[in-house]
């Protein structure tokens, strides 16, 4: 008797573990089906519109016809790989940072300011000669909105530039003109430290500051009709929050705050608040944007 009370007892867990088990199962099942229903509506969305990447840094040494981006190169982005991950737009960074003055005395004089310019040129011209002499049936340079859409139509990939660090301008406020007819289509003023133009937020580690926020020049800058009537948009990247808060007071077109992080969820960053420019941005009458990395 007590053989068949303990084979029933063996049965009856059998069952229930197969039940369990075939639950557990179907709770896999499920879930992996819901999962590939996630991706493919992500891929549809992905396929349906123009991704971009806002921020590219580039050397002119992978812009030549030995080395270029039409290989599949170690950099963060070339075209295989764009084509390969369905990237449709990069925006190719003219970025050239000032040397420290301490360690390099020229840095804010117009020998300092000339190496940079020419190096900031050359960032230029690579990027045309990728667009116009390398991969002209790969990719081409946007000029304008209506650029972007029309190229990515064509199948092909879109380049942007943007100009990280005003420092390259020196103190010729007509190279603003000139980088614009570069291509260059938004410049932040300042980047990893204070320059002749802006403070940068780095100076939020010691609290020392060169400007409270814009130099006279960097005024100039903002309020050169030349900026505005271009149509270029000041990006308020890596600037201090006084500066930034200052290339509002002065622009007169909307301003692009670029590579921000939220300071609560980030504080090692001071790169710029999110929140904070979120609120400034709301304050302009045109509107702007706020990229938030």
């Not at 308020?236 to 705050?257: K, Q």
Request: with cysteine.
């Amino acid at each position: 008797m007590q053989e068949k009370i303990n084979c029933l007892g063996r049965i009856t867990s059998l069952l229930l573990l197969g039940v369990v088990g075939a639950t557990a199962l179907g709770g896999l099942a499920a879930a992996s089906q819901a999962e590939q229903d996630l991706t493919a509506r992500a891929r549809a969305i992905h396929e349906r519109v123009i991704t971009l990447d806002t921020h590219n840094d580039i050397e002119p040494s992978n812009f030549t016809r030995a080395c270029n981006y039409t290989m599949n190169l170690t950099t963060q982005v070339s075209l295989p790989k764009m084509k390969a991950g369905g990237l449709d737009v990069s925006f190719m960074v003219v970025y050239v940072g000032q040397s420290n003055p301490p360690q390099v005395a020229d840095a804010f004089r117009p020998s300092g300011y000339e190496r940079a310019y020419k190096a900031a040129v050359a960032k230029f011209d690579a990027i045309h000669y990728l667009t116009k002499e390398i991969a002209p049936n790969d990719i081409e340079l946007s000029l304008t909105a209506a650029d972007v859409t029309r190229i990515a139509k064509s199948g092909k990939k879109v380049a942007v530039i943007g100009i990280e660090n005003g420092y390259p301008l020196g103190t010729d406020i007509k190279r603003v003109k000139e980088f614009w007819d570069r291509g260059g289509r938004y410049m932040s003023l300042a980047h990893n430290g204070h320059n002749q133009l802006s403070d940068s937020n780095t100076g939020e580690a010691n609290n020392q500051w060169s400007w409270g926020g814009l130099s006279p020049l960097g005024r100039q800058v903002i309020e050169d009709e030349q900026v505005g009537n271009h149509g270029r948009r000041v990006a308020p990247v890596e600037g201090s929050d006084d500066a930034d808060g200052r290339s509002l007071e002065g622009a007169s077109h909307r301003v692009a705050f670029g590579r921000s992080q939220i300071r609560e969820r980030q504080p090692q960053y001071g790169r710029r608040d999110a929140d904070g420019g979120e609120d400034e941005r709301r304050r302009h009458p045109d509107g702007g944007l706020v990229r938030v990395r």
